[in-house]
């Protein structure tokens, strides 16, 4: 159980184009989901914390009109990087919280987005 | 001084060894401690859930928990290659909520 996945893996797009990337959870239903980005032999940044059917909590440093996220069902994020630049290239992983004894975060498979 | 340290490695066994893996940290108030798993261009697997200090085991993986030196520890017994990857450990203040992750220790389990 807790399984966890995003569409899609991977991601090429042209500097100033729009991504938007899925997080869903298939077999159970996620109240909080989280946002990270990860780059090459760094540990996992929260980007933003994603409670359905509210506005998403951004971590410091992070602009939330850059990477819009949306929560609009218990089983279902997205997070749209907008008018994307080369630095925006990174490994975005997105986690839901599970609830029940553990309530912890399990990940999904990450997408890595390459701008050109 | 970060919240949590661990180090980076690489940290290279030969097959069949026991591995130690471990994290400190600065706060106190964390009560929950997880590690995970992440091979390459992957997700992190959540491999151990502990709560407060402790032992906890399951199967080759034995995870501790000492709060009094704000210290935890991954035990791999019998290490094989399918082991090496990069193990993560997160904690947290409370159960769901934010996770503060160290930096990855990589590993690599030699034939």
């Known amino acids: 159980g807790a399984v966890v996945s995003q569409h899609p893996s991977r991601v090429i797009c042209k500097s100033g184009t729009s991504v938007k990337i899925e997080c869903r959870s298939l077999?159970?239903?996620?109240?909080?989901m989280f946002w990270y980005r990860q780059f090459p032999k760094q540990s996992l940044m929260l980007m933003a914390t994603s409670n359905e059917g509210s506005k998403a909590t951004y971590e410091q440093g992070v602009e939330k009109d850059k990477f819009l996220i949306n929560h609009a069902s218990l089983t279902l994020s997205t997070l749209t990087v907008t008018s994307a630049h080369p630095e925006d290239s990174s490994f975005y992983i997105c986690?839901?919280?599970?609830?029940?004894?553990?309530?912890?975060?399990?990940f999904g498979p990450g997408t890595r987005l390459t701008v050109l | 001084q970060k919240e949590v340290e661990q180090d980076p490695g690489p940290l290279s066994v030969p097959e069949g060894a026991i591995v130690s893996l471990n994290c400190t940290y600065s706060?106190?108030?964390?009560?929950?401690f997880m590690w995970y798993r992440q091979y390459s261009r992957k997700g992190p697997e959540l491999l151990m859930y502990t709560y407060s200090s402790g032992n906890k085991e399951d199967g080759r993986f034995t995870a501790q928990v000492d709060k009094s030196s704000k210290y935890i520890s991954l035990f791999i017994r019998d290490s094989q290659p399918s082991d090496s990857a990069t193990y993560l450990c997160a904690m947290s203040t409370g159960g769901g909520n934010k996770l503060t992750f160290g930096t990855g220790t990589q590993l690599k389990v030699e034939l």
């Open positions: 077999d159970f239903q996620a109240t909080t």
């Open positions: 706060n106190s108030a964390f009560q929950y």
């Open positions: 986690s839901a919280r599970a609830g029940g004894p553990t309530d912890t975060q399990y």
